[in-house]
């Protein structure tokens, strides 16, 4: 029986029992038999899923259920929330579902707090769909940060941290720093990380993402996220009008606690990059205060000498200590002193900072400012590609070198491979060298090139089936880079019914290397039309056992399919 069939039935029986009254032995704190009803909207809900006719059938009962229903007792409540998800779930109208938030709202203010967690945890799911909807409810969200329970409130922080665009960023970002300060150990790492993605985001002017920036740095300490100082150290690079309100900002701040490790490596690398600045004394952006050079000197000192700072933190400071002996106009025997301390220093890292300083002034002085000089901006856009090609450097050649995505046959494929292989020159060369036979001697003396004989082929291996769909999986070893596999993903379809929107994902494990081409196709022709082909290229220099992990997801004979297993059977010969 089809949905558009059962849906009228089942909502005249969900409307009679919302309108009618109830019995003794059905009722519960004064609904209708809250069981049936609840067990009624989830069978609604998945008629109604990406079915359109029939969510229009049940939405006026829907905001009946969601208006005339007691939400005194918890049996209402219960009914209220089946709801607010099948709303959710269904194409309902626009109406319908700022009701639905509006219900979610109400049940923030509950004193229950089973029922504020559901309701958050609803809120989490909508914010993305109905962003403007739940946005009316932001005090009340903001209020459940307060929540003595844990888990209520970190619901409330994710919610919050999702609650945050352009118009409210200020507002939202003064609500979340004063959790900040107060919030349990374990949410300052989620809290602090949300906070320094969302002022990347939507911060309305540089001056105050560094303030913001600024202010976590000083409040969470060690829970910040690990490229908090790069991103900070960026921004202030980027924005030269600020220089000098920076370095005057973290001078005050590296004075007052130098135990924030985040904070004091900030600190000293824009105190050695901007130091003349902060003995200029003319910003006009904060109050003016005096700093003379010893000062600074004494502060850098203290932080290398403190037992709180890690081994980075000494790092950035004696490097801020050397740039500064470009930038100051005192002299530098203070600097040379503390260097020429630190050349015996127990860290191997910075024993060999201050012996590369301390050479820098004995033997190159000449050359020192211009080694000290300001560092250059990176560009953020190209930073994360040069370290992504860093990582992958030898894994990307060998994989760019290897052949295309094949479009014939698989027999034709390997021959036009080992034929391309065969032109390849010195090949010969790293074979090892076997005594002539007389073939042999008769093909030098005709001067005819000897072609090394073809590897045996690998047999293909079939990994799936189900309902007519087939997948099938074919290897190749080029000769040239023996750690490289290439692996040719083939499905047909030999059912009556075309299978749509096939998408197929791969992975394999840590130790290898895995890029995947497109597919040539996104549907399977039925009844054994052109197959779909996507090739794999996995490198395998260590030579491990290969495993593979496929994700298969399309839809057959209007039924989504999604399938996940695991190929531990692969031939021996694609890894060894």
Request: charged share 20%; proline share 6%.
């Amino acid at each position: 029986m089809s949905a558009i069939m059962v849906v009228p039935q089942l909502v005249q029986i969900l409307r009679t029992l919302v309108t009618t009254g109830y019995s003794t032995e059905h009722s519960i704190c004064g609904v209708s038999d809250p069981f049936l009803q609840v067990q009624i909207l989830r069978l609604l809900r998945i008629l109604g899923r990406n079915h359109e006719e029939s969510s229009e059938a049940m939405n006026d009962l829907l905001a009946q259920v969601a208006t005339n229903t007691d939400t005194s007792r918890n049996a209402g409540n219960a009914v209220l929330l089946e709801t607010v998800l099948t709303i959710m779930d269904i194409h309902s109208a626009a109406g319908l579902r700022v009701l639905a938030v509006n219900i979610l709202g109400r049940f923030l203010l509950n004193n229950d707090k089973n029922i504020r967690y559901v309701a958050l945890t609803s809120l989490l799911r909508l914010v993305q769909s109905d962003h403007n909807a739940v946005q009316r409810h932001r005090s009340t969200v903001v209020e459940c940060l307060q929540e003595t329970d844990a888990s209520l409130s970190r619901r409330a922080l994710e919610l919050s941290l999702a609650l945050v665009n352009s118009s409210n960023v200020r507002a939202m970002m003064q609500e979340l720093q004063a959790f900040l300060e107060s919030c349990p150990p374990d949410l300052r790492a989620d809290c602090a990380s949300g906070i320094l993605l969302a002022a990347e985001r939507f911060a309305p002017s540089k001056r105050w993402h560094i303030d913001t920036i600024l202010h976590v740095l000083t409040t969470a300490g060690t829970h910040v996220r690990d490229d908090a100082v790069a991103n900070l150290t960026q921004l202030i690079g980027e924005a030269q009008e600020l220089h000098a309100y920076s370095v005057r900002r973290l001078y005050s701040a590296l004075a007052e606690d130098i135990s924030q490790q985040p904070l004091a490596q900030v600190a000293a690398w824009c105190i050695g990059e901007y130091g003349d600045l902060l003995l200029e004394g003319n910003c006009e952006e904060i109050e003016p205060f005096r700093v003379e050079e010893e000062e600074v000197l004494a502060l850098l000192e203290k932080l290398l000498q403190s037992h709180l700072s890690l081994p980075a933190t000494r790092g950035y400071a004696i490097t801020a200590l050397m740039k500064l002996s470009t930038r100051l106009r005192g002299d530098n025997n203070r600097i040379r002193q503390v260097v020429s301390i630190y050349g015996s220093c127990v860290d191997i890292e910075l024993q060999q900072r201050a012996v590369e300083y301390n050479v820098l002034f004995q033997k190159y002085d000449h050359m020192r400012a211009a080694i000290l000089e300001k560092m250059p901006l990176v560009d953020r856009s190209d930073s994360q590609v040069v370290e992504e090609r860093k990582e992958n450097k030898a894994g990307a050649q060998l994989l760019e070198a290897a052949a295309p995505v094949p479009t014939e046959p698989q027999a034709a494929k390997l021959l036009d491979l080992l034929d391309l292989l065969d032109d390849t020159p010195g090949h010969a060369q790293h074979l090892p060298p076997l005594a002539p036979s007389p073939g042999e001697a008769l093909v030098h003396l005709l001067d005819l090139p000897c072609v090394p004989p073809p590897p045996a082929p690998i047999p293909s291996l079939r990994v799936f089936e189900r309902d007519g769909v087939q997948l099938d999986l074919s290897f190749v070893r080029p000769l040239e880079t023996p750690g490289l596999l290439l692996v040719t993903a083939t499905t047909t379809n030999s059912s009556k019914e075309d299978a749509t929107h096939f998408i197929c994902q791969a992975a394999v494990p840590k130790s290898f290397q895995m890029q995947l081409q497109a597919p040539s196709g996104d549907t399977i022709p039925a009844q054994g039309g052109l197959p779909v082909t996507q090739l794999f290229r996995i490198l395998n220099p260590n030579k491990a056992t290969l495993r593979l992990k496929l994700r298969l997801t399309y839809n057959h004979f209007g039924q989504p399919v999604q399938e996940i297993f695991e190929v531990d059977n692969l031939p021996v010969e694609t890894w060894q």
